[in-house]
């Protein structure tokens, strides 16, 4: 479902340096600083050890109050996070995109290419260096129906939180070009998740967890994205952004359309299916 592989291009180390230092020229009094290179920050072959070091120098400059990259479990090393620890005078956050916490999804249904003892002990790693973990998880995986996926999201979400992330992330699938998702998708055999589903998800995992829990998701409201009828989407998505960004739940409770039966009703059927 992931449409990195078509945007895929190598970037010198040079180049990565100009690009964040005018980026951190253009900004101004920021406290939350996001480094996202569309992979891993601690892998190798994207971003060397040396770019890297130069990176932390930089960003010892300014006054970050937190600092996130991303990475794949393999390469949270004790190394690699006591060094970054070390070099950056900011509390630091590692996201990782664990997407489900079924195996079985994750392998079969997604391609991840790693295992929940591989992304819980990445978490341990991280704790242990002092470092913070958001998990990425993922509403609607392909080959899921709709109640499937609400359950399998509000199931990750809480065992995400149990391991020890401290912050989640729902990412609704979004179709992107070049992908099987949207090979499926234009045959008619997968759907993006509806917005309901999304407020379910978000509604339920804050009931269980005491971390904080967002989603802004992408291309809302529209055939590829999450979305609901033409009359509420905006709306929902607008009140999805406020809660991830306040954590009330009064943004998301009490919203309603008329096609929320309908969502009600596609869940109920499909429970009735199994």
């Not at 990445?122 to 998990?135: F, L, N, T």
């Not at 401290?166 to 992107?176: A, M």
């Not at 999805?240 to 954590?247: E, G």
Request: with cysteine.
């Amino acid at each position: 479902m992931c449409g990195y592989s078509e945007m895929e291009r190598r970037s010198s180390p040079s180049s990565i340096i100009k690009t964040l230092s005018r980026a951190l020229e253009e900004l101004s009094e920021v406290e939350y600083l996001k480094i996202f290179n569309s992979g891993s920050f601690f892998d190798e072959r994207q971003i060397p050890a040396g770019t890297r070091a130069e990176i932390y120098r930089m960003l010892r400059s300014r006054s970050f109050r937190r600092v996130q990259v991303e990475s794949r479990p393999e390469f949270l090393t004790e190394e690699v996070l006591e060094e970054a620890v070390a070099e950056i005078d900011a509390e630091l956050e590692v996201g990782i995109g664990l997407e489900s916490a079924s195996d079985y999804v994750r392998e079969v249904f997604v391609n991840k290419g790693f295992s929940l003892s591989e992304f819980e002990d990445a978490v341990r790693r991280c704790r242990e260096a002092g470092v913070r973990v958001k998990a990425y998880l993922l509403v609607k995986p392909p080959f899921m129906s709709e109640a499937e996926a609400v359950e399998d999201a509000v199931e990750s979400g809480v065992t995400a939180a149990r391991l020890g992330a401290e912050r989640l992330s729902y990412n609704p699938v979004c179709i992107h070009r070049g992908t099987l998702v949207e090979r499926l998708f234009l045959r008619g055999e997968y759907s993006p998740p509806w917005l309901w589903s999304v407020v379910e998800v978000l509604r339920r995992v804050k009931g269980r967890v005491r971390i904080p829990v967002v989603c802004h998701p992408s291309g809302a409201g529209t055939r590829r994205g999450a979305s609901n009828c033409r009359r509420c989407s905006a709306r929902v998505a607008q009140a999805i952004r406020r809660f991830s960004a306040t954590q009330e739940m009064s943004w998301i409770e009490g919203l309603e359309c008329s096609c929320r039966e309908r969502w009600r009703l596609e869940l109920r059927s499909e429970v009735l299916a199994r």
